[in-house]
């Protein structure tokens, strides 16, 4: 990357992995690239950010949040509920080790994943520790909630409003 294309603002959706009172980090979500800022402007982790990040002058190895259009606080949790009828029968009709993606009514996605029964368990830990690219998905999708649901076989994640 050149002087000139590191030194222009950029927008996009973020995912804040790092914060603290004095700087964040940003995570486009997009192309996975990655924006320290110099300064926190209220941003705390696992939040998702649709803005403008600009190079500060004059080295531009750090970054303002010069615009926020959205902020939105980003959550995993696993769910005591079982996957709907309509998630097994995708599952049904998948091999194990496939993953079926479908659209939300309204916003969002789901995924039906099927696994071997003894690793269902596994499976939804897997999603819960990686945060970041489960948390990415969700940011990207424009969605605040993460609920993973399983039985033995399945596991279906739902990105939700």
Known sequence: MSDDE???EKTST?????ADEDSAVLKDVEDGQVH?????????V??????????DPPLNVS???????????????VSEETPTT??????????VGELTRKERAGTGELHVVTVPEEATEGAVE????????????????????VEIRSEPGVVVVRYMP
Do not use: C, M
């Open 6 to 8: 590191s030194a222009k």
């Open 14 to 18: 973020f995912l804040v992995t790092a």
């Open 36 to 44: 320290t800022l110099s300064s926190n402007p209220g941003v705390a």
């Open 46 to 55: 696992d939040d998702a950010v649709e803005g403008t990040v600009s190079p």
């Open 63 to 77: 970054w303002g949040l010069v615009e926020i259009d959205r902020r939105w606080e980003l959550s995993i949790e």
């Open 86 to 95: 309509w998630a097994r029968e995708i599952a049904a009709d998948q091999p």
């Open 126 to 145: 897997d999603v819960v520790e990686d945060r970041e690219a489960t948390l990415s998905r969700a940011a990207r999708l424009g969605v605040a909630r």
